[in-house]
């Protein structure tokens, strides 16, 4: 090219991309055009005071040297390479070079043009951040959704599968490209399936909903409990479906099966055993009270009422029952307490009461709770008071009754021994007297022995 042709220099200064000339030798610029001039910020006079190497960001001077050299070594009339140029306000660029060597008055120069590239790698690092989060969010989708725990679902407005996750067939034993086309609501059992299709129809008015647990069928004919949080997504494009998230809960709802059962039974053996039960939270001084307090003792359990205990305890027995009870929450070798006291009932009749409480402590022997049974023994007391009433009685009678015959067989015994020694008697009458005398002395032994028992009996 020879630069000297005004032809040229019209084309090299009215160019809108960046051009300079530089010597290959001195790397001094010998020509800039205005583009580069507007472009880089740096005066025409600056520009010719400089050298190529002063436009580069130190930290790329190692890069331009090797250029350099490879300029010199191979001279090549054209290269197309990026380099990093600093502009005179201290921005650095990217910029895209296409050189071409030429002869100019003499020495080897470089026409050099620059085309700023910054925001087209911008654009394009933009991109490929772009594409490698949505390559990574489809992974984290995949990870999820398709080996996740829980089973993901996608289903049109007539409950047609769309799309299933792959979770389906460890959890239901089902796989997903069966079921696609199929409707969701035929494997919902009878009893629960209208239920489950009004909450779906319901997303046309909210945008989620959450189905309490419902039977469905699996891949072996069994029914298994899963709980499912569906989402209306009919608007998304990308989606235009219900996304439904569903977990297998059948464990848990056997367990809480199980446990109600167990409940069930706890209470017919409290019923039964005819005790109240009361859970005593020391720490939060918080007590809970079983049914057996309302249908042993009256006392309406739906208003709380943390002092019903306390409240109602015959008066003259108050003062023990609560020291009985205090010194053996303060006593860490006490693990179970026996009390008894008189109590009042809603309908304010005094019953007897039996209380046995046995105590849960910390590791420092600090009561932290207590559960204590309430047994009403007031028939059992009237029980042992009217048997212990009935002894004394049986023992008066029995002393009285038996202080008349004694006197009675005294008599007897007495009048057998005279009878004995008069002449009229025959000796077969005297053997006779004498066995008379015997039966009445072994039953005058027999009154005695039964009334030292009654008065034993008694003292028990």
Known sequence: MDFRNNLYKDIFQLSPQPMWIYDINTLCFLEVNEAAILHYGYSRENFLSMTIKEIRPEDTVSQFELAMENVHNHKQCFTNKRYKHLKKNGDIISVEIKSNLFELNGSLAELIIATDITLQLQHEQAAKRLEETLLLSEKRFKALVQAGLDLTAIIDIDGKYQFLSESCISLLNIYPEKMIGKIAYDYIHPEDRERVIEQINS??????????????????????????????????????????????????????????????????????????????????????????????????????????????????????????????????????????????????????????????????????????????????????SQVQRQAIQLQEIAWTQSHKIRDSLAKIIGLVDLLKYEDFITDSQKEILTFLNKSATDLDKGIREIVNITHTLNKS
């Open 203 to 384: 997303l046309l008015e909210v945008e989620i909903i959450h189905i309490q647990p419902f039977r469905f069928l699996n891949g072996d004919n069994e029914w298994r409990w899963l709980t499912t949080t569906a989402r209306n997504m009919l608007g998304d494009p990308a989606i235009f479906g219900i996304v439904a998230n569903s977990a297998d809960v059948t464990e848990l709802i056997n367990k809480n099966q199980e446990l109600g059962l167990s409940n069930d039974r706890y209470k017919l053996m409290l019923k039964a055993a005819d005790e109240a039960i009361c859970d005593w939270d020391i720490e939060n001084d918080i007590t809970n009270w079983s049914v057996g307090f309302n249908e042993i003792f009256g006392y309406d359990l739906d208003v709380y009422n943390n002092t019903l205990w306390s409240d109602n305890i015959f008066p003259d027995d108050k003062e023990q029952a609560l020291k009985d009870l205090n010194d053996a929450v303060k006593n860490p070798e006490t693990e179970v307490l026996h009390s008894e006291y008189r109590f009042f009932k809603a309908n304010r009749e005094v019953a007897t009461i039996h209380y046995r409480g046995i105590f849960l402590r910390d590791k420092d022997g600090k009561a932290i709770r207590a559960i204590g049974s309430y047994r009403d023994i007031t028939a059992y007391k009237e029980n042992i």
